[in-house]
């Protein structure tokens, strides 16, 4: 069965700094992968996705993610914070097109100004 | 549109009650997901439908649990016999065939006291 581990329960970076959450993600075949945030109070939003092609995708807010298979990995970056972007972020799979997601438990994020 | 909508957002309710939840969908999108999420995890997933047809539950959905999606539009959730351990968030998330992508409501908070 498919999982995904974010190994870092919590991350506090200053503002301006870089950021980089880990995603590794278990599954025989490509997957879908996801990043999702969450703010206290609302719901889940997606920031960026892959399933083919370039493995370096670009989302919103600034954010980028890549790809690696050999590493089974799908790390989120920023290369400067803002004090906006603290949430809880949480990385995701899908074993096919529009199936379920199985997520990681999540990354908090906090940013020290 | 107006995007995902969940009613209630919070709900408070002694142990063994029924309580009912409903998810209104992004009009169009024929999936709908229900996930719940605990304290400090990402959202499982419970069951899914395409229209009105449930195609797949979780193991995690005890025969205490039901999910219908009448006309293949707005979905209920029902928890029978409410237990302390089902208190959580529950999730309701649609996407369209057509874009590999999950749209979130804020979610239904649910206390069993």
């Known amino acids: 069965a498919q999982s995904v581990t974010q190994p870092d329960i919590h991350i506090t970076v200053s503002e301006g700094a870089s950021l980089e959450l880990r995603c590794n993600y278990s599954y025989g075949a490509t997957p879908y992968l996801f990043w999702y945030v969450q703010s206290p109070g609302q719901g889940l939003q997606l920031l960026l996705k892959y399933f083919s092609g370039d493995t370096l995708v670009q989302g919103i807010k600034g954010f980028e993610a890549e790809f690696k298979r050999s590493q089974s990995s799908f790390n989120l970056r920023k290369p400067s914070v803002h004090w906006s972007d603290a949430a809880e972020y949480f990385c995701a799979v899908g074993t096919s097109y529009g199936n379920k997601l199985v997520f990681g438990a999540g990354t908090i994020l906090r940013v020290k100004s | 549109d107006t995007g995902v909508s969940q009613n209630p957002r919070h709900k408070i309710t002694k142990r063994g009650q029924n309580v009912t939840f409903r998810c209104d969908p992004i009009s169009e999108h024929n999936r709908l997901y229900w996930y719940r999420q605990t304290l400090g995890q990402g959202p499982e997933f419970l069951t899914y439908f395409q229209n009105e047809a449930q195609l797949e539950k979780s193991r995690l959905l005890s025969d205490r649990f039901s999910a219908e999606r009448p006309k293949g539009s707005f979905s209920t959730l029902e928890i029978q016999r409410t237990e302390q351990g089902d208190s959580a968030m529950y999730l309701c998330?649609?996407?369209?065939?057509?874009?590999?992508?999950?749209?979130f409501g804020p979610g239904t908070r649910l206390t069993v006291l």
């Open positions: 998330a649609s996407s369209d065939p057509q874009v590999n992508e999950q749209f």
